[in-house]
């Protein structure tokens, strides 16, 4: 080691350093890569007839396109128009085709368009009354939609939970500012999946391809008539239409960021159709460009590699294009296309009690959404839906209903990315009122107008001013059902106190890890508990920071480890294999539930840990005293000995642990969530939050987004089998005495005691029941 350490020996460390992180990257990929091909063997394997027909037609297509053989080009003039019958306008089209006039076709063609997309599309978008409701009922959603279209002008885009984002100047559609790396020109099929060492985060990338804020400069056109708007939509899709070639770049990769995209145009196109200053020649470019779109997604559906909302969104695209464009040679089979693959898909990832089936309270709302444009869509042009489709919505809005908190907000359960089928509204990821709303109106039902707390915009949008006395008609009101509800397929549990704003709410996750398929969604979150006091929420899931591109951050966030659960031996319940993929599923069982007036108690079990070498039985029972408060019983089965952590993930809030072990959990300005963890021996309590070496102790709101957050763990080393009980107190006023606690067990039953200041409490927990005996106790002299 030299003496002095100069700018040379500096220089040196610094790149060692970095050759090192070069070949630790390079080793992690490497392993994927290595990763990735062992499944995609086994995967081979398994593979029915139909699933390798379709895997290698669309591999031949894939070759094909790369030699220009089977391209997607542009649709010659004469192809693209069904036969003109008795339309006048399309009759017109065709006259000028045959006289090769070019430029009557486009205009033609555009008044086409316009003639024919408003009984077709959605009323909000064609009625000339949407734009004074919309100042009357929603001027300050109006505000934020102009000022999203400002900045989408003048080239800031606030993608997922990125604030202002700017790709320079012209945008640049294939570079990721965040990483600073530019996917290159190649066909998309060497994007297959996006290597983030290649192009930084595609999630990023695509969501600013979605061209979903096209839409937010058309509403703002739609109400302002300011022609600046169109200005730049036309300048973007031109610029975009020339950096995007055909099946070229990473913006071709995903079929279903090719749907989005073409259901953004449509709904820009119907937004923009009567401005003076969309000129005859874009639409026509545009209208080539949603031919080839369609009929790359047609080409490469989703139908075996992501057979979940990828399938579903695929074939929405494929039905706003068959229904717009129906005049399209090819429009009669999309359309046909995504009415099938819709209604076959929600048969099989609908469950049968409303659940989603990738366990993912995002994922579900997202489902949700294509559904309710399907089903408007589906009205407004006669096609006829099997009855039983609008009530699997309904049951699917229910499970979000229960699910969400009593502040209003939606709690996060396995992945989510942040996106929306079409925001027309700017909310926050956990902020479904706007589905409750169109459900409301779509449906009649009193209860979803009660969760949406009033009109939402986005239903003026999508069913008109006829939906603003529809709902006017309905009188908001709580569900009739308990507050307290168990999905047995999904494996949600909830306890709830009331319906009120201020109630007591907490889920149990008792469901399996994500999917059959591949459980790419899920997280290893088994029988982890999410708890909000006096409508506050406390105790929490983590979240989803990032997918492939933060490596680390997807591990820890979707681990145990961040999942207020039990953790063994510092190991996760189910072991990843890629940023999709796990080794294992396990799967979580209730054995049992009951609600009663004064208590709700589920029993549940999984065996996630059996694969150690001394195997762990993990059941958890959760027991609701009306209204008091939580009791969380963990019986841990094994033989050897094992550390034992029971973690309790919070939001970033004020959370203070005394010496004792009790943690006082400040959810507001009056109340506060009280928290002790007790054994037949000791137990270590201690927080952690922010934590890098290991990552611990993190929320994330948004994706993109993460905060510091504390996380509570009780531990101990110890053989089992081992009984560990957790209460959970809600306490009105701040800085309450502390109850005495005690812990029994007479033949197999949990007796807990509390004491407090001025009554006791004594709860037995049985196999078969639960025995509550409360009494006031006398003041003290």
Known sequence: MPLISGPH????QMSGRRERRDLTHQARSARMRISELRQRMQRLFRMRPMELACRSRQEL??????????????????????????????????????????????????????????????????????????????????????????????????????????????VDWHLDPLSGRRAPLAHWSHFDPPAPELVGDCKVVWELNRHQWLVHLGQAYHFTRDERYTWRFSVYVRDWLLANPSGMGINWASSLEVALRLISWCWALTMFRGAKTLAPELFEVMLNAIWIHASHVERYLSSYSSPNTHLTGEALGLLYAGIIFSDLRKGARWREQGIQILLEESERQILPDGTYFEQSTCYQRYTVEIYLHFLILAARNGIPIPPSLPQRVQRMCDVLLALRRPDGSMPQIGDADGGWLMPLSIRTPDDCRGIFSTAAALFHRSDYAWAAGGLAPETLWLLGPSAVRTFAMLSPAPPSESPSRVFQNGGYVVMRSTWEEDAHHLILDAGPLGCPISGAHGHADLLSIQCSVFGEPCIVDPGMSGYAAHHDWREFFRSSAAHSTVMIDRVSQATPEGPFAWKSRPQARLLRWRSTATYDLADAVHHGYCRLPDPVVHRRRVVFMKPRGWIVVDDLEGQAEHLVEVLFQFLPVPVILDQTGWARVHGGPHHELLVRTLAAIPLSAALHEGGLTPIQGWYSADYGQRRPAPLLSYSTVARLPLRVVTLLLPSKKASVRLPVVSLGAAEGSVLVELVFEDWQDTIEIGEQDIVHESKELCAPL
């Open 9 to 12: 020996t500096l220089a040196g």
């Open 61 to 170: 297509y894939k070759w094909l396109e790369q030699t220009s053989i089977a391209g997607h080009k542009v649709a010659p003039h004469d192809s693209l128009f069904i036969e003109a019958g008795s339309d006048p306008i399309l009759a017109h089209v065709h006259k000028r085709l045959q006289q090769h006039d070019f430029t009557g076709v486009a205009l033609w063609s555009r008044d086409w368009f316009c003639e024919t997309v408003a009984p077709r599309f959605f009323e909000g978008t064609v009625c000339a009354e949407t734009p004074v409701y919309l100042g009357e009922y929603f001027r300050e959603t109006l505000d934020h939609i102009v000022a999203a279209a400002e900045e989408a002008r003048r080239g800031r885009f606030c993608l997922l939970g990125y604030p202002a984002l700017s790709f320079g100047d012209p």
